[in-house]
C-alpha cells in the first residue's frame, strides 16, 4: 500500500511562503507522476502543480505559475510545492497526489490513485 504523508500546512500573512512536502512510503521515481491539488469548501479540488519523472517534465496551473515551483528530492522520495507571494485567494486544503502509469491527463484529479491527507493552508490579509 502506497502511502503519502504531507507537511508543511499553517498559516500564514498575505505576501508570505509556505513550502509543502510530501514523503513516499515507496521510491517516487517509480512513479510516472506526482502532483499537487487544492480544494476550498464546497468547490471541485483542482490542479495546482505536477512532476513527471520520466524527463522531469513539470505541469502547472496558470493560478501557480511562476510563484509555486514543483520540486523533487528522489533520495528522499519527496515532492516538494514551494509556495510564495500567497494570497487570502490560496487558502485551501493541499493534497497531495501520485500514479504510478500514464492516464492521460495530469490535471485531472481523476487520474491520479494515490492521496495524502491534505494539509490546510491559511492565508491571512
Known amino acids: 500500500q502506497v502511502q503519502l504523508v504531507e507537511s508543511g500546512g499553517g498559516l500564514v500573512q498575505a505576501g508570505g511562503s509556505l513550502r509543502l512536502s510530501c514523503a513516499a512510503s515507496?521510491?517516487?521515481?517509480?512513479?510516472?507522476?506526482m502532483g499537487w491539488f487544492r480544494q476550498a469548501p464546497g468547490k471541485e479540488r483542482e490542479f495546482v502543480a505536477a512532476f513527471k519523472w520520466r524527463g522531469g517534465i513539470t505541469y502547472y496551473a496558470e493560478a501557480g505559475k511562476g510563484r509555486f515551483p514543483i520540486s523533487t528530492a528522489k533520495a528522499k522520495n519527496t515532492v516538494y510545492l514551494q509556495m510564495n507571494s500567497l494570497t487570502p485567494v490560496d487558502t485551501d486544503v493541499y493534497y497531495c497526489?501520485?500514479?504510478?502509469?500514464?492516464?492521460?491527463?495530469?490535471?485531472?484529479?481523476?487520474?491520479?490513485?494515490?492521496w495524502g491527507q491534505g494539509p490546510r493552508v491559511t492565508v491571512s490579509s
Open positions: 515507496r521510491r517516487t521515481f517509480s512513479f510516472y507522476i
Open positions: 497526489a501520485a500514479q504510478y502509469y500514464s492516464r492521460g491527463n495530469y490535471y485531472y484529479k481523476g487520474d491520479y490513485t494515490y
